[in-house]
């Protein structure tokens, strides 16, 4: 149960302050060029900001208008950040599977797209965990229980 719990909690923050889950996308296994498609990302960031603007959740919350304002700044920030990022992945991503396809592959111009491409995933991750972690600073203690338990009751009918 404390397992859930903590597992929760840092869903929380993540579903939250980097754009709904991002990180552990980024995290995951599988195609990660799929999961991280712009469309889903600007909903992530929509959903964020119609959260910040909802009357429900700044008063559950107890937000006033200047942690709204910075909360908000952290995740315009971060996703304009990373927007760019995720390009440079994108277009990497695109020569590295044109040089696989060469009859004679270069190992070695291949293997340094790979890591131009990890490193730069790491930049991406690296940027959403410290926007988390500056989200987290933005919030007292009690309002980081608070957004705990808001996302424990969301599917037992509690604040939304």
Known sequence: MRTKKVILASNVIVLLFSSLGSVTKMAGQGLWEDRLREPQERLGVERLLALLDSDRVKSYLGLDSTQIERLRQI????????????????????DLKEALRADKPDRDAILKKVQEISDLRGQVMKSYVE?????????SPEQQRKIMLFIENRGEGGPA
């Open 75 to 94: 995740a315009l920030d971060t996703e304009k950040d990373n927007v760019k990022t995720r390009a440079d992945i994108e277009v990497r991503s695109i």
């Open 131 to 139: 926007a988390i972690l500056s989200a987290k600073a933005v919030l």
